[in-house]
């Protein structure tokens, strides 16, 4: 039995990949910024078809975000299993840095951080050794000093896994395939036949990302180049290559003995990307106790097969990435792990009543400022979509408003508002609001829509049977990782806010949300009569 794996495996906003096999179980977890709850979980059985199963930083105590930029919080997280327990090392750049989490279940709950003292620079990974000693690995700026930006050292030291600590030196083994090369990160460290192997990016996680590898019989060094260094990038394919910034790469061996890679990539339009980094899957084997990627093809395949059955997944299961998701927030009591807020969510942010529906509170932090807003969001993952809310506007005070948003970062993000009877479209650009229309509503029900195909927008309002259009097909390319920088995607939600401080906080009522994955429609080619 076989099943096919369609690239990318887990669309949107999932850079980072780290994987894990424990049996025939699959699990990947994905950086995830400053965005709470922290590092989601996937799990699969044939590594073709996930699920979302948690998250492995759920409570405050773990995952402190207060002041953290969209783009800071956690960097590259790396998962392992060892002696019935499961290790989740990342580093919090806001907070803390490098640290280790630790649960006897994959979905959690994990432990608060316990962070490791001497351990700078960031991307860090564990790799547990056949004689039962465990070493981190991770990057740090060139001890020397950096002669240039991105003139960092992978280094290695043993950690007594036990209590958390490094013991003993560390070593910088490895910087980097290439002379004078820029972010030598992501380190993984394997003990495959006789050698260990040092997998790593090199070339920042950009147009010039790459994946390289070394090799040495002994865990710390002297590691040998690999003459086919980078064994796989798309940085020679050219700018208009539809899938780009290939790196980032974590190597696993499946139940049935063959060899895997997964690693982010991003599938831009126009040079634009929108949805940030994804997960992609490549197939290896290994040649003179080399790992070679994609054997005959040297690029990223648009599907895969694997040799494994088919995991059969439950039907309408809001956590599966890249399915249409409808939400009944009127029978609802609580959000699934596939929603997202911005840094950590206050205690009185939102509640939901039985057959009324979502309440947002109105807040005066705004999403637009480094705080922690009314706000919850799931990942774009395609192109194409429609976003639709519900909402019940008659209990919003003056001065508050509530609405729909596609955000890409405080500084970047285009909002569809209800506020005082009207509708309001603000599209923000480096840090300033520029309102593209208004309109008045006559009913303090309505639905918010945002239409988005390729990097274009349309937004509506609902009212009744009246479908109200305030702006068609503007240009979104502001929202993409070439304008706003950063290393986060969009993402599509809901929030409510207020331009006052008051002792009695407005509360927004959702009824409803849903994201629908759509298909352009495309006009029929024009035919010319023919005598």
């Not at 508002?417 to 309001?424: A, I, K, L, T």
């Not at 479908?467 to 969009?490: N, P, Y």
Request: hydrophobic share 35%; net charge negative; proline share 5%.
């Amino acid at each position: 039995m076989s099943v096919k794996a369609v690239n990318p495996i887990l669309s949107g906003f999932y850079p980072d990949p780290s994987v894990c096999a424990v049996g025939d179980d699959y699990y990947i977890v994905n950086s995830s910024f400053a965005y709470f709850p922290g590092l989601p979980i996937m799990h699969s059985k044939d590594m073709a078809h996930w699920e979302q199963i948690g998250n492995v930083l759920t409570r405050e105590s773990q995952l402190p975000l207060k002041g953290a930029e969209t783009s800071q919080g956690l960097f590259a997280p790396t998962m392992r299993y060892h002696d019935g327990t499961y290790y989740v090392i990342c580093t919090n750049v806001t907070y803390g840095g490098n640290f280790i989490v630790t649960s006897d279940k994959p979905e959690g709950p994990y432990s608060d951080p316990h962070y490791i003292e001497g351990a700078d620079g960031i991307d860090p990974s564990l790799f547990f050794d056949d004689d039962g000693k465990c070493y981190y690995i991770g990057t740090h700026p060139n001890p020397e000093g950096c002669k240039y930006n991105g003139d960092w050292y992978i280094y290695i030291q043993e950690i007594d896994i036990e209590n958390f600590k490094l013991v003993g030196e560390h070593k910088n083994v490895w910087n980097g395939a290439l002379k004078g090369v820029h972010w030598p990160e992501g380190p993984h460290l394997y003990h495959i036949g006789e050698y260990y192997y040092i997998l790593h990016a090199e070339g920042g996680t950009g147009p010039e990302h790459a994946v390289s590898v070394a090799r040495s019989k002994d865990v710390f060094g002297p590691y040998e180049n690999n003459f086919c260094n980078p064994i796989f990038t798309h940085r020679h394919l050219g700018e208009r290559y539809p899938i780009k910034y290939v790196g980032h790469a974590d190597l696993v061996q499946l139940s049935n003995g063959d060899w895997y890679m997964v690693m982010l990539a991003v599938r831009p339009l126009n040079s634009f990307t929108t949805m940030g980094r994804e997960t992609f899957l490549a197939r290896v084997i290994w040649e003179k106790d080399w790992p070679v990627v994609n054997p005959g093809l040297g690029m990223l395949s648009a599907e895969l097969v694997i040799d494994l059955p088919e995991y059969d997944r439950e039907k309408g299961n809001t956590s599966l990435p890249g399915v249409n998701k409808l939400y009944d927030f009127t029978n609802m009591a609580s959000f699934g792990p596939e929603w997202l807020f911005l840094r950590n969510p206050k205690d009185d942010m939102y509640e939901f009543r039985q057959s009324e529906g979502l309440f947002l509170t109105c807040d005066k932090d705004s999403f637009t400022e480094k705080v922690s807003p009314s706000f919850v969001a799931l990942r774009q993952d395609c192109h194409c979509f429609e976003a639709a809310v519900t909402l019940k506007g008659d209990d919003l005070f003056d001065g508050a408003c509530a609405g729909l948003v596609l955000y890409q970062s405080q500084d970047y993000n285009l909002r569809l508002e209800y506020s005082g009877c009207r509708g309001n479209v603000i599209f923000r650009k480096n840090g300033e609001d520029e309102k593209l229309a208004s309109l008045l509503l006559a009913s303090n029900i309505v639905t918010l829509v945002i239409s988005v195909i390729g990097l274009k927008a349309s937004l509506f309002m609902v009212e009744g049977k009246e479908i109200r259009e305030l702006v068609k097909d503007i240009d979104i390319s502001a929202l993409s990782t070439e304008v706003a920088g950063g290393f986060v995607g969009c993402t599509v939600g809901i929030y409510a806010q207020d331009s006052e401080e008051r002792d009695e906080k407005a509360k927004a009522c959702f009824k409803s949300f849903s994201y629908k994955r759509t298909v352009p429609v495309r006009a029929p080619k024009k035919t010319e009569d023919k005598e």
